[in-house]
T-cell receptor, first 116, second 109 residues
Framework: GAVVSQHPSRVICKSGTSVKIECRSL??????MFWYRQFPKQSLMLMAT?????????EQGVEKDKFLINHASLTLSTLTVTSAHPEDSSFYIC????????????FGDGTRLSIL | RKEVEQDPGPFNVPEGATVAFNCTYS??????FFWYRQDCRKEPKLLMS???SGNEDGRFTAQLNRASQYISLLIRDSKLSDSATYLC??????????FGKGTHLIIQP
């Protein structure tokens, strides 16, 4: 089945650090990738949608200058949390979607980010 | 506003019992529907897609009622390993995916 790899799985760093998370589709071309954030005991909240070769579309309330998304190829999207602060601590999950209409998204393993 | 509503639970169910969850959605233009399972502190994993005619995968049965805009998931002969949060996910096409908040299931021995 379709596999999405997300790295790193766990990050602990000091406030002010920028953190880069990678999301790769391993066996299919992902025309669209999504970045979600999940706070404890809450559902996934979409942060942004990225399409290969174009700028990401951010959801309302998500700062595009703080959460930089790059989708340079059909198999790789990156999310950079710039100058992270404790309130950015969360579980970040990427997902990838291929070309076929109606197919489910395939999720990465997630990245647990803790900012001290 | 597009919404997907689920009973958050928790549902405490004895092992071997049958349990059913419902999910309602507000976007009548929704095109496809899924149930995901999420274990604690892990990413969601696709459990099954939901088709208009209803579909079954082993102990799991999913049904869709477009007229009433609800989706159901039935788990028969529940196992301890079924304990998880079950997310109802609706694809609104151009409106994208909307996730329910999840239903927490606890299977008790």
């Amino acid at each position: 089945g379709a596999v999405v790899s997300q790295h790193p799985s766990r990050v602990i760093c000091k406030s002010g650090t920028s953190v880069k998370i990678e999301c790769r589709s391993l066996d299919f071309q992902a025309t669209t990738m999504f970045w979600y954030r999940q706070f404890p005991k809450q559902s996934l909240m979409l942060m942004a949608t990225s399409n290969e070769g174009s700028k990401a579309t951010y959801e309302q309330g998500v700062e595009k200058d703080k959460f930089l998304i790059n989708h340079a190829s059909l198999t790789l999207s990156t999310l950079t949390v710039t100058s992270a602060h404790p309130e950015d601590s969360s579980f970040y999950i990427c997902s990838a979607l291929g070309d076929s209409r109606g197919q489910p998204q395939h999720f990465g393993d997630g990245t647990r980010l803790s900012i001290l | 506003r597009k919404e997907v509503e689920q009973d958050p639970g928790p549902f405490n169910v004895p092992e071997g019992a049958t349990v059913a969850f419902n999910c309602t959605y507000s976007n009548s233009a929704s095109q496809s529907f899924f149930w995901y399972r999420q274990d604690c502190r892990k990413e969601p994993k696709l459990l099954m897609s939901v088709y208009s005619s209803g579909n079954e995968d082993g102990r799991f049965t999913a049904q869709l009622n477009r007229a009433s805009q609800y989706i159901s998931l039935l788990i028969r002969d529940s196992k301890l390993s079924d304990s998880a949060t079950y997310l109802c996910v609706v694809n609104g096409g151009a409106d994208g995916l909307t996730f329910g908040k999840g239903t927490h299931l606890i299977i008790q021995p």
